[in-house]
């Protein structure tokens, strides 16, 4: 395992903060303070250091300062210093011109987004996925996307060709009635090849995070058991040939055109997969239990997660993101929490309102934030 930590974090016109600089020793940090002091746009900054749209989802053009009267965004940028116990690389991105695109640099050269995925590797949980079991399908595939792709990069390439060649396919469809059948033969195909790529990485994620979470026995937090509901994940997992998931991907696709021309978008793929999670004790689908089991089975599976990366010799050790988690477990739970963060040695960032939260937890370092300003607890 490559220890990756993040040792200096600085902002520059970054949501709430004009400009902002952290130092981290490298192990757990804790922030605590009033809402709306920008605790979570601290932890959203460190989302950005790795390719997508951050854990709030956003466009990087409005990740920006915005001061009263101003519509639009401010330029922004977010660097961090990354080390582990052989090296240290600086990486960064932004958006340079309001309203531009986002640009990345490693070591101050320009770089693709996923090149940051080799510095470093971010697994985060917050209150916007509290209500993930309850949500419609579209949020637990981003969930389980984000968790594929910190396990393997290549995942986000594999989902962006695939959503581009449907986007594609289904303009065809839906403007031209008599579109060339070639082009529509050949974005198929292109959607085939993403899509079969996104089941196999979905499934290979989902067993190894399910022989992770069954091993985790001595831990006060209810297991889950996991299902993927997409064909193509279904037959992955019951290891048919990738050759033989991906034709029947093409001629699913070849055969549901009229239908899907009359719906006005596709009905069937990897973009409609859900992830199925059950309470193992209770044999209870997650969204039938009550919010604080849901939450619990939440950070299991994150946790588990992590731990499983923690152990992979080719990559960096996962970094946690865990915002406004503390406040929602019970004491024994809490204890926990902060037992596992110890043991397992890795980066992790938490945020509550309160200080008291975080009592127990050894050997943290604790930063108090409000109005945008930091300061050691």
């Not at 600089?21 to 900054?45: I, Q, W, Y």
């Not at 640099?105 to 590797?121: M, T």
Request: hydrophobic fraction near 45%; proline fraction near 5%; charge should be neutral.
């Amino acid at each position: 395992m490559s220890r990756a930590s993040i040792l200096q974090l600085s902002l520059t016109d970054f949501r709430s903060y004009a400009s902002a600089r952290l130092d981290c020793t490298g192990g757990v940090v804790f922030l605590f303070g009033p809402n709306g002091a920008g605790k979570t746009n601290l932890l959203e900054a460190m989302s950005w250091l790795a390719p997508g749209r951050g854990l709030r989802g956003a466009a990087a053009a409005d990740a920006g300062r915005r001061m009263p009267g101003e519509t639009i965004a401010r330029p922004w940028a977010v660097s961090a210093l990354v080390a582990d116990q052989d090296d240290g690389v600086r990486i960064g991105t932004g958006v340079e011109t309001p309203g531009g695109r986002r640009l990345v640099r490693v070591d101050g050269q320009p770089a693709q987004p996923g090149r940051l995925a080799q510095a470093v590797r971010l697994v985060w949980l917050t209150p916007a996925h509290d209500r993930l079991f309850v949500e419609g399908a579209g949020e637990r595939r981003r969930f389980l996307d984000r968790l594929v792709f910190a396990d393997q990069p290549h995942h986000a390439q594999h989902v962006t060709q695939y959503e581009r060649a449907i986007r594609e396919r289904m303009r065809l469809l839906t403007s031209d009635s008599s579109a060339d059948p070639a082009w529509l033969e050949g974005l198929e195909i292109q959607a085939a090849e993403a899509g079969v790529r996104m089941a196999f990485s979905r499934a290979r994620t989902v067993a190894a995070l399910s022989a992770e979470i069954a091993s985790r026995t001595d831990r006060p937090f209810p297991a889950a058991r996991l299902s993927l509901t997409g064909p193509a994940e279904q037959a992955a997992g019951d290891d048919a040939p990738m050759e033989e998931v991906e034709a029947a991907l093409r001629l699913a696709l070849f055969r549901s055109r009229a239908r899907d021309a009359a719906a006005g978008r596709a009905l069937s793929g990897p973009h409609r997969t859900d992830l199925a999670v059950i309470h193992v004790e209770k044999d209870r689908p997650a969204a039938d239990c009550s919010t604080g089991e849901q939450k619990a089975l939440l950070l299991n599976l994150v946790l588990a997660q992590a731990a499983r990366l923690a152990r992979d010799p080719d990559a960096p050790a996962p970094i946690l993101l865990l915002d406004e988690v503390a406040a929602h477990l019970d004491v024994n739970r809490r204890a926990a929490l902060f037992e596992e963060l110890t043991a397992l040695g890795l980066q992790a960032f938490l945020t509550g309102t309160d200080r008291a939260l975080f009592e127990g937890l050894n050997r943290a370092q604790g930063l108090h934030v409000e109005n945008g300003a930091l300061s050691p607890a």
